[in-house]
């Protein structure tokens, strides 16, 4: 209890710090002379006198800080956490909207499609651990799926087989992983590292051997699809019904896996072998049919957010170029505890980050970009070290299980 109360004061008085110095940043702006200028899409742009908006932002945070050391709670550090994060972001925001306008509609929609990759990481990683099998190769299965992807519509000369290709190749890695993790009783850690590591090699000699002399270096992306009538929708129809293929089955998954995993016999039988693999296997649930099927179907989820690198954004493939995004999926997921629709909200904190980052570049923000680029990162440990909350995994994730 103790340790928990000096926990408490350390993170408030680090926000209420982070406050304070949100408050001092708003004298930089001149009393009812700078202006930050915010779009809403079709519902028109809000002038906002700069200085005076920071510091009634800042006030909000400090309010969100004070509270846990009032009360000397710990329950109370979320609040603290997510006031400060909103006050820093939107103070930033109103930085970057002075004398320019900051559409908050198009930042949303490249939020959305910026998350798409590491909400379906998050989603193959819940699918996984809901079983007890550790999966931190889902980056090697996204790298796998996004080189696999692209060799086959670059060479088969049609995106859909490709994406198939990428969908297929990413259930072929966990099945790797499935026959080393729950067959051989391998270390799951491990056998993720062989995973992750046998994926850059891989894929690095078939972009030698194959794509680097290719007569086409680049393919088509897929096509933005108008879902009827919904993309009609004012500001919802523009951020979430009006993307490409794989952004709204990332979408579409998020609410099919939560009635799944909640509401099906098969979600009861995968949580209960999450919890406790001896009693599932008492009452007839074949553990390790189970485990092999939920591996897999995260694999072909890893193996759709990899096509989304090289089959809905670039129309290339270049080495590494998942770029850690499957491990910030596995602080997604962490993050939403296990939950789909938490790991959805925590895929959009990371999205949200990473559009940032493009924004102010393209805005000439005077931010190092090495500073922008780190953000996502550095949420990632913030989310790890427990700071938004303490996160229980299932029971038995990472224990091998044998039949006696």
């Known amino acids: 209890m103790k340790k928990e109360y000096y926990r408490t004061i350390i993170f408030s008085g680090i926000t209420l710090l982070i406050n304070l110095l949100i408050i001092r940043f708003s004298f930089n702006f001149p009393k ?13 742009k809000l002038d906002l006198f700069t200085g005076r908006s920071i510091r ?45 306008l900051f559409d908050i509609v198009g930042i949303l929609a490249l939020s959305l499609r910026l998350s ?30 996004a080189c696999i992807g692209f060799t086959a519509t670059l060479y088969l000369n049609n995106i859909w087989i490709g994406l198939f290709c990428a969908i297929l190749s990413g259930g072929l890695m966990a099945l790797l992983h499935a026959f080393l993790s729950v067959t051989m009783i391998t270390d799951q850690i491990i056998s993720g590292t062989v995973i992750n590591i046998l994926a850059v090699g891989l894929t690095g000699f078939i972009r030698r051997s194959f ?51 909640f509401k ?65 999926a596995l602080a997604a997921m962490i993050f939403g505890k296990w939950h789909p629709v938490g790991a959805f909200i925590g895929g959009l904190i990371f999205g949200f980050s990473d559009a940032l980052q493009i924004i102010f570049q393209i805005k000439n923000i005077p931010i190092p970009p090495q500073f922008l680029w780190m953000l996502p990162y550095v949420i990632t440990m913030v989310v790890l070290a427990g700071v938004i909350g303490k996160s229980t995994p299932p029971a038995a994730i990472g224990v091998p299980y044998t039949k006696h």
Not at 32 to 44: C, E, K, M, N
Not at 294 to 312: H, I, R
């Open 32 to 44: 009812d002379q700078a202006f930050s200028l915010i779009g809403f899409g079709v519902l028109g």
């Open 56 to 100: 009634i932002l800042g006030c909000i945070g400090l309010i969100g800080s004070i509270i846990p050391l009032i009360k000397k709670l710990n329950k109370y550090i979320n609040l603290s956490f997510f006031t400060t994060a909103f006050t820093g972001i939107s103070a930033v925001i109103l930085w970057a909207a002075v004398g320019s």
């Open 116 to 145: 798409t990759p590491i909400v379906l990481g998050a989603m193959a990683g819940m699918l996984c651990e809901r079983t007890g099998v550790i999966n931190i190769a889902i980056e090697g299965m996204m790298l796998t799926a």
């Open 211 to 261: 794509l680097v002399n290719a007569r086409l270096s680049r393919t088509a992306i897929l096509p933005i699809i108008e879902v009827p009538l919904l993309s009609k929708i004012p500001i919802l129809g523009t951020i979430i019904f009006t993307n490409q293929p794989i952004v709204l089955l990332m979408m579409g998954l998020v609410v099919f896996i939560s009635i799944m995993l």
């Open 264 to 328: 099906t016999r098969w979600g009861l039988r995968t949580r209960s072998i999450g919890e406790h693999p001896e009693a599932a296997d008492t009452v007839g649930i074949n553990v390790f049919k189970m485990r092999y099927l939920n591996v897999m179907l995260g694999g072909f989820t890893a193996g759709l957010a990899g096509a989304w690198f090289s089959l809905e954004t670039t129309g290339s493939f270049d080495d590494v170029m998942t770029n850690g995004k499957g491990f910030i």
